[in-house]
């Protein structure tokens, strides 16, 4: 059988590791059109601001490793269209060279794109995204560069939150946009984001939140020097794009269904309206177990996961997806958040009718040296009182916690159960009333 895998990042990865590894009989090629592969984008903002000491080992895997298990792979080769009748692959390298390749199976793991805000001046020298590894030593280049003194982050996503730490820590002016009126605003409540953002103010990032940009503004050179908003003008050497991404259907569109966010729409098994195409990570939609219906959420661990999946469905053995929670944390000037599932906000956004329960303590009791306070939020649905989400934040490192309530959405467990639920007690790790057990007795 022979099986074509169009991009080998992370997803493309996952499936071609899990095809190689446990189906010699599959022929395995894979087709990316960029000269890397594997680059871990979280660790961009870790070298921007020089928290790690080098960027070389941000790659955890390498063409050669996938041409010593048996696949044929073609870096610097686009894939520039798709007959999927005749499931035919037709090619173009950076080379000049063209050609085909045919597949009984197909699996799409394109990814994402970044959003290109369409403002005047968006052509302007100096304006980065931060998707590509290219296009993070692009932007490590300009912050090392001294005459780039200020720096505009547009979006205080995690991306965006995070690269202004960095820059912060390499003795920019910062300041981050965000039409939101905190960073975050996806993933956490007010109560929560606020922590963030006063953590970045104490940082000396300057947030201009509620405030959306309309317009770059560059000097006779063609590079931007400022960015326009609904409230000012503010000084820009460098402007870094981080407003978030969309899937890259391009390959796709015309033939297969788009579902959430127009991601291919793949059921359990990744399988997409085509059954001998798969689709995985950013480019496909995905089962969210908190809102009980398909979303779409951009995430590596996603990409690992479905690219697992669909190796196992297209190898022969059929393995469904359990769904995601959307988990996620950030750690930014020593302040911890991690979240799972939906925040009330969200929750509400999606019509849902749901109650939640507060709780803040010391994560360990008052004599221990070592200590900081914790902060949590459970939520969950009023009528079934099951969990649908869960929101930490501590200095301390909480993170394993949010790993429960991830299962717990999962599984469908209302905050009744956590009530009385077996949680240990050691001074050195917790208190003997845990956060959780009270955060949970508090639920009406
Ligand atoms: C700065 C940053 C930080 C992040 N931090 C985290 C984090 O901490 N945790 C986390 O879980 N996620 C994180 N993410 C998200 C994560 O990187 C993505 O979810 C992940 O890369 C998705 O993997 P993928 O393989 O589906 O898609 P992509 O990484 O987008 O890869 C798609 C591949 O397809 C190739 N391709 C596309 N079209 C074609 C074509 N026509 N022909 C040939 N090749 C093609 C591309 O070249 C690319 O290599 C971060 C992302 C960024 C940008």
Same mark, same amino acid.
């Given at each position: 059988?022979?099986?074509?895998?169009?991009?080998?990042?992370?997803?493309?990865?996952?499936?071609?590791?899990?095809?190689?590894?446990?189906?010699?009989?599959?022929?395995?090629?894979?087709?990316?059109?960029?000269?890397?592969?594997?680059?871990?984008?979280?660790?961009?903002?870790?070298?921007?601001?020089?928290?790690?000491?080098?960027?070389?080992?941000?790659?955890?895997?390498?063409?050669?490793?996938?041409?010593?298990?048996?696949?044929?792979?073609?870096?610097?080769?686009?894939?520039?269209?798709?007959?999927?009748?005749?499931?035919?692959?037709?090619?173009?390298?950076?080379?000049?060279?063209?050609?085909?390749?045919?597949?009984?199976?197909?699996?799409?793991?394109?990814?994402?794109?970044?959003?290109?805000?369409?403002?005047?001046?968006?052509?302007?020298?100096?304006?980065?995204?931060?998707?590509?590894?290219?296009?993070?030593?692009?932007?490590?280049?300009?912050?090392?560069?001294?005459?780039?003194?200020?720096?505009?982050?547009?979006?205080?996503?995690?991306?965006?939150?995070?690269?202004?730490?960095?820059?912060?820590?390499?003795?920019?002016?910062?300041?981050?946009?965000?039409?939101?009126?905190?960073?975050?605003?996806?993933?956490?409540?007010?109560?929560?984001?606020?922590?963030?953002?006063?953590?970045?103010?104490?940082?000396?990032?300057?947030?201009?939140?509620?405030?959306?940009?309309?317009?770059?503004?560059?000097? &006779?050179? %063609?590079?931007?020097? $400022?960015?326009?908003?609904? +409230?000012?003008?503010?000084?820009? #050497?460098?402007? /870094?794009? @981080? !407003?978030?991404?969309?899937?890259?259907?391009?390959?796709?569109?015309?033939?297969? &269904?788009? %579902?959430?966010?127009? $991601?291919?729409?793949?059921? +359990?098994?990744?399988?997409?309206? #085509?059954?001998? /195409?798969? @689709? !995985?990570?950013?480019?496909?939609?995905?089962?969210?177990?908190?809102?009980?219906? &398909?979303?779409?959420?951009?995430? $590596?661990?996603?990409?690992?996961?479905?690219?697992?999946?669909?190796?196992?469905? /297209?190898?022969?053995?059929?393995?469904?997806?359990?769904?995601?929670?959307?988990?996620?944390?950030?750690?930014?000037?020593?302040?911890?958040?991690?979240?799972?599932?939906?925040?009330?906000?969200?929750?509400?956004?999606?019509?849902?009718?749901?109650?939640?329960?507060?709780?803040?303590?010391?994560?360990?009791?008052?004599?221990?040296?070592?200590?900081?306070?914790?902060?949590?939020?459970?939520?969950?649905?009023?009528?079934?009182?099951?969990?649908?989400?869960?929101?930490?934040?501590?200095?301390?490192?909480?993170?394993?916690?949010?790993?429960?309530?991830?299962?717990?959405?999962?599984?469908?467990?209302?905050?009744?159960?956590?009530?009385?639920?077996?949680?240990?007690?050691?001074?050195?790790?917790?208190?003997?009333?845990?956060?959780?057990?009270?955060?949970?007795?508090?639920?009406?």
């Amino acid at each position: 059988m022979n099986v074509v895998i169009v991009g080998a990042n992370h997803a493309g990865i996952a499936a071609a590791n899990t095809l190689l590894d446990n189906y010699p009989e599959v022929n395995v090629t894979m087709v990316d059109r960029n000269s890397n592969l594997s680059y871990l984008g979280c660790g961009t903002a870790l070298w921007v601001g020089r928290q790690i000491d080098s960027y070389q080992k941000l790659f955890y895997t390498n063409k050669e490793a996938f041409e010593a298990k048996g696949a044929t792979i073609h870096m610097e080769t686009s894939v520039t269209g798709i007959d999927f009748a005749g499931h035919v692959v037709h090619c173009a390298g950076a080379d000049g060279s063209v050609f085909d390749v045919s597949y009984d199976k197909l699996i799409l793991a394109t990814g994402s794109l970044p959003i290109s805000p369409k403002l005047p001046g968006a052509d302007l020298e100096g304006i980065s995204f931060l998707k590509l590894f290219q296009e993070g030593q692009e932007v490590d280049r300009q912050v090392s560069d001294e005459s780039v003194r200020s720096i505009a982050v547009i979006g205080a996503g995690y991306i965006g939150v995070e690269i202004a730490e960095a820059a912060k820590r390499r003795g920019k002016e910062v300041r981050l946009f965000d039409i939101a009126p905190t960073s975050l605003a996806s993933y956490y409540d007010p109560e929560f984001a606020h922590l963030m953002d006063e953590r970045l103010a104490e940082g000396g990032v300057e947030c201009h939140f509620g405030e959306a940009v309309t317009a770059y503004e560059g000097d &006779e050179a %063609g590079h931007v020097r $400022a960015v326009t908003t609904s +409230s000012g003008s503010y000084p820009a #050497d460098l402007v /870094v794009n @981080a !407003i978030g991404f969309v899937p890259n259907v391009e390959l796709g569109r015309e033939h297969l &269904e788009l %579902g959430a966010k127009g $991601a291919y729409r793949v059921d +359990s098994h990744q399988r997409t309206s #085509d059954p001998d /195409v798969y @689709a !995985i990570g950013d480019c496909a939609t995905i089962w969210s177990n908190a809102l009980r219906e &398909e979303t779409y959420i951009a995430l $590596a661990t996603n990409a690992v996961r479905t690219g697992i999946v669909a190796g196992h469905n /297209v190898g022969g053995t059929p393995l469904e997806g359990i769904g995601v929670q959307g988990s996620n944390a950030i750690s930014v000037f020593g302040l911890n958040l991690c979240s799972t599932g939906l925040s009330v906000a969200a929750a509400e956004r999606a019509g849902m009718d749901v109650a939640f329960s507060d709780f803040a303590d010391l994560q360990r009791p008052g004599f221990m040296r070592e200590n900081a306070e914790v902060k949590i939020r459970i939520v969950y649905e009023k009528d079934s009182r099951r969990v649908v989400g869960a929101q930490l934040a501590s200095t301390m490192d909480v993170s394993m916690a949010i790993h429960m309530f991830s299962l717990a959405i999962e599984e469908g467990v209302s905050i009744d159960r956590l009530k009385l639920l077996d949680i240990f007690f050691l001074p050195h790790f917790n208190q003997p009333y845990n956060y959780i057990t009270m955060c949970a007795l508090g639920a009406k």
